[in-house]
């Protein structure tokens, strides 16, 4: 699944470069956009089907000493099943919906950045793998956001978005350092394994409503 997964951010990363040539390219970004979708998708299901069991990967990226861990299981299989599937539809459909767009140009490179971004999410094994994928997916769909930036509402509203995701981000911080405490490891596997008493687990649940819900529009 990992290689599978691999593969499909390189063919979204493909997707994100041709699409700085602007309209001309919108069919091959939507395409390759719902082949990478599509592939991850298909791969996920399998996994699912057959059980197989979890995979993990640590890459020389990110913080010394630490790497960037990734890991797979049925959970995030699932998931990735959801957000590709949808992709899929979405891309087929924004082949014509983007045709009838004024600036297409705008939104074509930031859209597979946004979808590669929703996959790294799912399969971040430490906090910072996650928060670096949770701040790309936040300023991808910033400046998708943005992309119809001659309609009087478009600013405001994205100008909202982001100061609620950089908040939410914050929420995430604190709670992903709590859960550390002194042990000062931010791989998930040591998160897991952290006990809270009662009162910071409540304060921990409150920090993950708040970073998640901003994302989702929970509030306000």
Do not use: C
Not at 130 to 139: A, D, G, H, R
Not at 151 to 156: A, D, I, S, V
């Amino acid at each position: 699944m990992l290689s599978a997964l691999a593969v499909g951010l390189g063919v979204y990363g493909v997707a994100a470069l041709v699409g700085l040539a602007g309209r001309r390219m919108l069919v091959a970004v939507y395409i390759l956009a719902a082949l990478a979708a599509g592939g991850i998708a298909v791969v996920a299901l399998a996994m699912l089907i057959m059980g197989a069991p979890p995979e993990q990967a640590v890459l020389p990226l990110g913080l010394p000493w630490i790497g960037a861990h990734f890991r797979v299981d049925a959970l995030s299989a699932f998931f990735a099943l959801v957000v590709n599937s949808a992709a899929v539809l979405i891309s087929v459909y924004a082949l014509e919906y983007g045709a009838h767009d004024d600036e297409p140009g705008r939104a074509l490179p930031f859209y597979p950045i946004f979808l590669a971004a929703m996959n790294l999410v799912l399969v971040a094994d430490d906090a910072f793998v996650f928060l670096v994928s949770w701040e790309l997916m936040s300023l991808a769909s910033w400046l998708l956001v943005l992309s119809t930036h001659r309609q009087p509402e478009t600013r405001p509203a994205a100008f909202l978005y982001l100061v609620m995701a950089s908040f939410g981000t914050g929420a995430l911080v604190f709670g992903f350092g709590l859960l550390a405490g002194g042990a000062g490891s931010y791989a998930f596997e040591a998160l897991r394994a952290a006990h809270l008493d009662t009162t910071r687990a409540a304060i921990l649940f409150g920090l993950a409503l708040i970073g998640a819900g901003s994302k989702a529009g929970l509030f306000p």
